[in-house]
Nanobody, 121 residues
Framework: QVRLVESGGGLVQAGGSLRLSCAASGSIVSINAMAWYRQAPGKQRELVAQIFSGSSKDYADSVKGRFTISRDNNKNTMYLQMGSLKPEDMAVYFC???????????????WGQGTQVTVSA
């Protein structure tokens, strides 16, 4: 079994910072893409940032310059450093990964359980 576990969400004032973590564990051979998505109440889930095995990165326009995605391949962990947070950043943040597992010998797509980020004005 392979799973993703997020941590680091919480309550922060506008202008503040938070760091989210997503740790992958289990029968992992390799991790191709990893990404952060978010979903606010009444809205569709949207891509926030993604990072690929070659460390190339991509961000939603709404977070460019404020958020930084990174990964530690030795720890199978991805991070999202969020700065200059705004009330509109408030959402449940989900971790996503495409993982090649030894148990299935194929790539599978995984989601974490989500972590709440609340930004007070």
């Amino acid at each position: 079994q392979v799973r993703l576990v997020e941590s680091g969400g919480g309550l922060v004032q506008a202008g503040g910072s938070l760091r989210l973590s997503c740790a992958a564990s289990g029968s992992i051979v390799s991790i191709n893409a990893m990404a952060w998505y978010r979903q606010a109440p009444g809205k569709q889930r949207e891509l926030v940032a993604q990072i690929f095995s070659g460390s190339s990165k991509d961000y939603a326009d709404s977070v460019k310059g404020r958020f930084t995605i990174s990964r530690d391949n030795n720890k199978n962990t991805m991070y999202l450093q969020m700065g200059s947070l705004k009330p509109e950043d408030m959402a449940v943040y989900f971790c996503y990964a495409r993982v090649f597992t030894s148990s299935s010998m194929r790539s599978v797509e995984l989601w974490g359980q989500g972590t709440q980020v609340t930004v007070s004005a």
